[in-house]
């Protein structure tokens, strides 16, 4: 039987998380961020509230999970009892309660997490876009330190919101007060849908290495320059897998 390969696990696939350089690291971290997450319990949840089974290690306790049921059940033994919801909201109570995460035991993308590695996630994602006025003076090629950094990472994050954005622009931009940066020029976001995308990009680039100048997010429908890396909002399908247990409407508080 193939083990189930998940997008956690590509990401490492040559590289062990805890080998990688920071860039890698920091793009497994936001992906986990936005992978549904299997959490082992301590005992079956009582009503709405759930404890979640803590392992006790030389840097402190540590939760378990997985983002497969099945390697999760297989790494504990058998069958048990777990709580599934998004990586960054089982990150922030653990990071609350001073407590760390093992992800993914003895899979490509085994990653240790300790306390104060789920605060600087959760810090990255508190990350909002400040709303401006300025007006760039002119849009230039962008620089290639830029394109090496942002555009990949751009291109899965639009992946990620295929339906909500046509694609997408880097740009260098000189700035009427003089400051000179990097731009995304959003393309095919509505209305309604463009404090979802804005905050959803700043998290991006609060995860990248600094680009000198920083990088700006703007909808508006500019002119671009020669040289413009442009990226479609591609849809990536996910591999099957079994269909996971009906889970109810709200899942259990934590403790």
């Known amino acids: 039987m193939t083990t189930l ?21 920091a793009a497994v971290l936001r992906r986990l961020a936005d992978t549904e997450l299997h959490a082992a319990l301590a005992s079956d949840p009582a009503g709405d509230r759930a404890e979640l089974r803590m392992f006790d290690l030389p840097g402190g ?15 504990l033994g058998g069958p048990v009892a777990h709580v599934s919801l998004p990586g960054r909201i089982l990150a922030r109570e653990l990071a609350e309660a001073g407590r760390g995460l093992l992800v993914n035991p003895g899979r490509p993308s085994e990653m240790l997490l300790d306390a104060g590695a789920l605060g600087w996630l959760i810090a990255a994602l508190s990350e909002a876009p400040e709303a401006g006025e300025a007006a760039p003076r002119r849009l230039t090629a962008p620089r290639r330190d ?13 992946g990620d919101m295929a339906g909500m954005v046509a694609g997408a622009a880097l740009v260098g931009v000189d700035w009427a007060e003089g400051r000179q940066g990097h731009l995304i020029v959003v393309a095919g976001a509505g209305n ?31 002119p671009l320059p020669q040289g413009a890396v442009r990226i479609e909002a591609v849809a990536v399908a996910p ?17």
């Open 5 to 25: 390969q998940t997008e956690l696990d590509r990401l490492c696939a040559h590289v062990p998380f805890h080998d990688a350089d920071p860039a890698l690291r």
């Open 61 to 75: 306790a540590v939760a378990l999970a997985s983002d497969d049921e099945a390697a999760l059940a297989g790494f």
């Open 146 to 158: 830029a394109v090496q950094t942002v555009a990949e990472p751009l291109a899965t994050r639009l």
């Open 192 to 222: 309604a849908d463009r404090p979802a995308i804005a905050k959803a990009l700043a998290e991006l680039i609060a995860f990248l290495p600094p680009v000198e100048g920083g990088v700006d997010v703007t909808f508006e429908d500019l």
């Open 239 to 255: 591999e099957p897998v079994s269909p996971a247990p009906r889970k109810p409407d709200a899942p259990p508080r934590l403790r």
